[in-house]
C-alpha cells in the first residue's frame, strides 16, 4: 500500500459528460502528480501541484483542469469527454516538489462509451 | 527535454535466473534521478530502485540492481534470482533539473517468470 488513495476506481460514463478525479497524497506529503497511461500514448505526465499551487504543466489538454485543496487532496476534471480520454489516470505524491520519489496510488480506470 | 528509452517490448526468463532490462536516456539536465518502477496485472505502479545521477555507485536494492553508465547514458536493470512475483511491465523514468517532479517514462517492458 502506497498510501495514496484515488477514488473512484473505475469510471465508465460517455462522449461530451464530464468526470471528476479524486486523490488523497501520503500523510505528509505536499506535492500532488497526475499521470496518464494509455496504450497508444504510454505514461504521460499532465501537471503537478506543490502545497495547494500548480508547479509544472505537461500533455494536459485544455479540456482537463486540475486543483489541489487545502487539506492537499487533489482533483483531476475532465470535460467534453472523447473516446480517446478512455485511460488509467494515475495521482503520485513526493513529499516535496523536488528530488524525491513518487509514490503513486492505484490508478482510476476511465472508459468512455 | 528527457526522453526515456526501452528497446526490448518484451523479455522473459525462467525462475531463480538472472535477467538484464535495458534503459537508456537522453537529458541536458547536469542533476537528474534514475528510476525502475514495476506495473504488476494489478496495474499499481511501484518503486522498484532509484539512482541519483552524481552517485557513481549503482544503486542495490535486495535482489535488484542497476548498472549505471553516465557517459553512455545507460541505466539497466538487473533482477537476480527472478520469482514468479517478478513478472510484471516495468518502466523506466527520468527526472531532473527544470522538469522539476515531472516523471518522464520509457515505453515499458514486458517480463514473463517461467516456472
Known amino acids: 500500500d502506497s498510501g495514496v488513495t484515488q477514488t473512484p476506481k473505475h469510471l465508465i460514463t460517455a462522449t461530451g459528460q464530464r468526470v471528476t478525479l479524486r486523490c488523497s497524497p501520503r500523510?505528509?506529503?505536499?506535492?500532488v502528480y497526475w499521470y496518464q497511461q494509455s496504450l497508444d500514448q504510454g505514461l504521460q505526465f499532465l501537471i503537478q501541484y506543490y502545497n495547494g499551487e500548480e508547479r509544472a504543466k505537461g500533455n494536459i489538454l485544455e479540456r482537463f483542469s486540475a486543483q489541489q485543496f487545502p487539506d492537499l487532496h487533489s482533483e483531476l476534471n475532465l470535460s467534453s469527454l472523447e473516446l480517446g480520454d478512455s485511460a488509467l489516470y494515475f495521482c503520485a505524491s513526493s513529499s516535496t516538489g523536488g528530488y524525491q520519489p513518487q509514490h503513486f496510488g492505484d490508478g482510476t480506470r476511465l472508459s468512455i462509451l | 527535454a528527457q526522453t526515456v528509452t526501452q528497446s526490448q517490448p518484451e523479455m522473459s526468463v525462467q525462475e531463480a535466473e538472472t535477467v538484464t532490462l535495458s534503459c537508456t536516456y537522453d537529458t541536458s539536465e547536469s542533476d537528474y534521478y534514475l528510476f525502475w518502477y514495476k506495473q504488476p496485472p494489478s496495474r499499481q505502479m511501484i518503486l522498484v530502485i532509484r539512482q541519483e545521477a552524481y552517485k557513481q555507485q549503482n544503486a542495490t536494492e535486495n535482489r535488484f540492481s542497476v548498472n549505471f553508465q553516465k557517459a553512455a547514458k545507460s541505466f539497466s536493470l538487473k533482477i537476480s534470482d527472478s520469482q514468479l512475483g517478478d513478472a510484471a511491465m516495468y518502466f523506466c523514468a527520468s527526472f531532473g533539473g527544470t522538469s522539476y517532479g515531472k516523471l518522464t517514462f520509457g515505453q515499458g517492458t514486458i517480463l514473463t517468470v517461467h516456472p
Open positions: 500523510s505528509g506529503d505536499l506535492s
